[in-house]
């Protein structure tokens, strides 16, 4: 059984910079579906980006130019470079993996399709 611990997060002001990292365990997360999800209290949670197994690469249009999701395999660990931060990214950041999506073309950009979660990290963007 995977299990995802999520790092990186803090406070930072306005048009600043973080990466979140998500460490697995348990298992290989190799070739499985892997996004990042972000929630705002009172909120749904919401996706921010996903990455295939095998390559394709989804952005929320708030993400998309800013955000950078990656994945390093051999250290069974997912990043999300985050760049000109504002306030509207303030959230808790949540990794995710869908392991019944092994090495698929997309992932599903649902949070409820995604089995696995970490514990979430802060971000907090003051102006």
């Known amino acids: 059984q995977v299990q995802l611990v999520e790092s990186g997060g803090g406070s930072v002001q306005a048009g600043g910079s973080l990466t979140l990292s998500c460490a697995a365990s348990g298992d290989s997360i190799r070739g499985a579906c892997m996004g990042w999800f972000r929630q705002v209290s009172g909120k749904e949670r919401e996706e921010v980006a996903t990455?295939?197994?095998?390559?394709?690469?989804s952005y929320t249009e708030s993400a998309r130019g800013r955000f950078t999701i990656s994945r390093v395999d051999d250290k069974n660990t997912l990043l999300l470079q985050m760049n000109n931060l504002n306030a509207e990214d303030t959230a808790v950041y949540y990794c995710a993996a869908d392991m019944t999506r092994v090495w698929s073309i997309e992932c599903s950009r649902r949070p409820g399709d995604f089995g696995v979660w970490g514990q979430g990290t802060q971000v907090t963007v003051t102006s």
């Open positions: 990455v295939a197994g095998g390559g394709t690469i």
